[in-house]
């Protein structure tokens, strides 16, 4: 594991969600799904990783919150590989996707999904790879404090990356080359 990052609570539970601090990918929406967590399961943080035009108004919000101490906001990074495997499940709040490529990295590292169930997610994730949830935070909660309930195990289909680039990879070329 990486020493530049804070390491997961051992013991706890730790979420991680990927990606730019921009008003679509909705961490406001995480952040309130996060308390209702914490209030049932205190032992639990959230790492946050990325930059983009919201990351003083998303500190803010943490602190306003009370959830200073229990969101650990980290810039962006080339490789968040290692905190992201070090982490129990990755949470996606995102109102709008197309090809959810954080979802794709926790694929491949085996990692719990736990995703808002918009376009780009519920195509990787609808034949149970994760847990797609309606966009609110009461829904989100609780598939999170399901996921510390069931002793951080998820029910869900084994990813096969090296199949999945196949498949994409036909499909391409069937519609632009045609079925030569």
């Known amino acids: 594991?990486?020493?530049?990052?804070?390491?997961?609570?051992?013991?706890?539970?730790?979420?991680?969600?990927?990606?730019?601090?921009?008003?679509?990918?909705?961490?406001?929406?995480?952040f309130e799904a996060f308390i209702k967590v914490i209030q049932k399961y205190p032992e639990t943080s959230l790492y946050v990783v990325g930059d983009g035009s919201l990351h003083s108004d998303l500190h803010h919000l943490a602190s306003s919150l009370g959830l200073s101490d229990?969101?650990?906001?980290?810039?962006?990074?080339?490789?968040?590989?290692?905190?992201?495997a070090a982490c129990d499940?990755?949470?996606?709040?995102?109102?709008?996707?197309?090809?959810?490529?954080?979802?794709?990295?926790?694929?491949?590292?085996?990692?719990?999904?736990?995703?808002?169930?918009?376009?780009?997610?519920?195509?990787?994730?609808?034949?149970?790879?994760?847990?797609?949830?309606?966009?609110n935070p009461e829904a989100l909660a609780q598939a999170m404090i399901d996921f510390i309930g069931n002793g951080k195990e998820m029910n869900r289909l084994t990813f096969n990356a090296e199949a999945y680039v196949l498949e994409v990879r036909e499909e391409f070329e069937r519609k632009v080359l045609g079925d030569n």
């Open 89 to 135: 499940c990755f949470v996606l709040s995102s109102d709008i996707e197309g090809q959810p490529i954080t979802i794709l990295e926790a694929l491949t590292l085996g990692k719990p999904i736990i995703s808002t169930d918009i376009a780009g997610p519920h195509d990787l994730l609808k034949d149970g790879y994760g847990k797609l949830v309606e966009p």
């Open 1 to 30: 594991f990486d020493n530049s990052f804070p390491t997961p609570i051992s013991g706890g539970c730790s979420f991680i969600t990927i990606g730019r601090l921009s008003p679509e990918k909705n961490h406001k929406r995480l």
């Open 70 to 84: 229990k969101i650990i906001f980290i810039s962006f990074t080339a490789n968040p590989y290692p905190l992201l």
